[in-house]
């Protein structure tokens, strides 16, 4: 019979045993190359995990495994596999990537690996925080209770957002969802920025930290994986601005965390799955994009009693403006709190922002604000939704006064009601938004 001693003795000997292997360095080789992925034979290690491949120029590339298929490991190079030979030899260096995070990185602009953009020295960052995040107990999470001012009028009077919310801002391309988004960056109430830009042109990453961030700088950080970088490092990007706004909410901050675009992150997943032999489904997306699209937005919102919250806003860019047949859209929608849309036919009519209100939403907007801005806000929408689905007979001139009452109302109201949604590119405080509508439904307020 085996006494309690002998078992601490072994779990102890077990334990030091696995301590004494990880200090040992195994080297596999690299055996075939397959699109995006290479295979590598003779190591073991777990799906996430970070390797690095010796080069013939002696700078080893950083890979990570993503899957394995019979007796080798698949891993992807995150900055490509130019320069790979057969038989280049692969060592696993960690477990799971951690990045290094601290007050340092405000005001800074890096890429998905943390490598510095802006021309400054690397930053002296020392804390750890892991890329694929932290958990927080849903239980636990903090209620939307707090209004959250973005600085937008028609966002704030109409679908007014809270504190710890995950919106999506749908929009066709270029319609002007940048310099809204540059707008909320700037005028949002929060103490960090945390701006992920992924798979944009490399010409808008530096037109957007130069000219739409603005003062919100130095309490910025953003995060920027061009178009030209690979699958993986798009990934990588996303993630690790999501880990930077984790780490600070667990130090108590409120943060605005702006990611542009979700759809280029579940693209970029979507090649990653399917190099690794995934099968297509719907619109060529692998099953596991949806998964991992509806995981990513879940490390959002508010922490716990201790902790500060994460406020945010998902860019989603919907083919030919369809608003509807778009997986990722969908996904989008029935994950997240809200979705503020973006019309092209009112870009294209120069109102801007063209914030298509009758379409856009906020879930947690009953429980936000005081019964009377939600009136208000509610009849706003019959009103201004009256006036678009009717905008056909109008400008035709076929419409006679007297047939629609609630049509007469909102044709009454229209140059009113146009204020609470022009703005140019001033801050528009909360406060300020519903003293417009208010103005704009005077008899209904009272």
């Known amino acids: ?35 995006d992925v290479l295979h590598a034979s003779g190591i073991r290690a777990p799906i996430g995990s970070r390797c690095l491949i010796d080069t ?32 280049a030899r692969v060592h696993v260096e960690s477990r799971a990537p951690t990045p290094l995070m601290g007050p340092e990185l405000l005001g800074r602009v890096i890429d998905g690996r943390g490598v510095p953009l802006d021309g400054r020295p690397p930053p002296e960052v020392s804390d750890p925080w892991p890329l694929m995040g932290v958990p927080v107990n849903p239980m636990d999470r903090e209620r939307i209770a707090k209004t959250f001012d973005v600085g937008v009028s028609a966002i704030n009077a109409l679908a007014t957002l809270g504190r710890g919310m995950r919106v ?13 988004l540059g707008m909320m960056s700037r005028y949002a109430e929060a103490d960090v920025v945390v701006v992920g830009m992924i798979g944009e042109r490399g010409r808008e990453i530096r037109e957007f930290v130069e000219d739409h961030i603005g003062e919100a700088r130095p309490r910025s950080v953003i995060v920027a994986s061009p178009a030209d970088d690979t699958a993986l490092g798009r990934v990588h990007g996303a993630y690790l601005a999501a880990a930077i706004a984790e780490y600070w909410r667990d130090r108590g901050k409120h943060v605005l965390l702006v990611v542009d675009s979700l759809t280029r992150l579940a693209m970029a997943l979507r090649g990653i799955g399917l190099a690794v032999g995934e099968p297509p489904a719907t619109k060529g997306y692998p099953p596991s994009v949806f998964g991992a699209i509806a995981s ?20 989603v860019l919907v083919e030919g403006d369809d608003h509807v047949g778009d997986p990722v859209g969908d996904t989008a929608r029935s994950v997240l709190d ?13 109102f801007y922002p063209p914030i298509d209100i009758v379409a ?13 801005h939600y009136k208000l806000a509610s009849r706003f929408r019959a009103l201004w939704a009256r006036k678009q689905e009717k905008q056909d007979i109008i400008d035709l001139g076929a419409y006679v006064a007297g047939r629609d009452p609630l049509l007469d109302e909102a044709l009454r109201r229209s ?22 509508l208010q103005a704009a439904l005077p008899e209904v307020g009272a």
């Open 1 to 35: 019979m085996i006494s309690l001693d002998n078992i601490r003795t072994l779990a102890a000997e077990r334990a030091r045993l696995a301590m004494a292997q990880d200090t040992i360095c195994r080297y596999g080789r690299v055996v075939r190359s397959h699109g």
């Open 56 to 87: 013939e120029d002696g700078l080893p590339l950083v890979a990570e495994v993503v899957g394995f298929d019979a007796g080798t490991l698949l891993i992807m190079p995150e900055q490509g596999k130019r320069g790979v030979v057969r038989g």
């Open 168 to 180: 999506g801002l749908f929009a066709g391309s270029g319609v002007g969802k940048t310099t809204l």
């Open 296 to 315: 990513y937005v879940e490390r959002a919102g508010n922490g716990t009693k201790a902790q500060g919250s994460i406020t945010a806003i998902y860019t």
């Open 338 to 350: 809200g979705h503020i849309v973006l019309s092209r036919t009112l870009a294209e009519a120069a």
């Open 360 to 372: 856009s939403l906020s879930r947690p907007m009953p429980g936000l604000v005081a019964p009377a």
């Open 415 to 436: 140059p009113a009601m146009e204020v609470v949604l022009r703005q140019g590119t001033e801050n528009v405080k909360l406060a300020a938004a519903i003293t417009a």
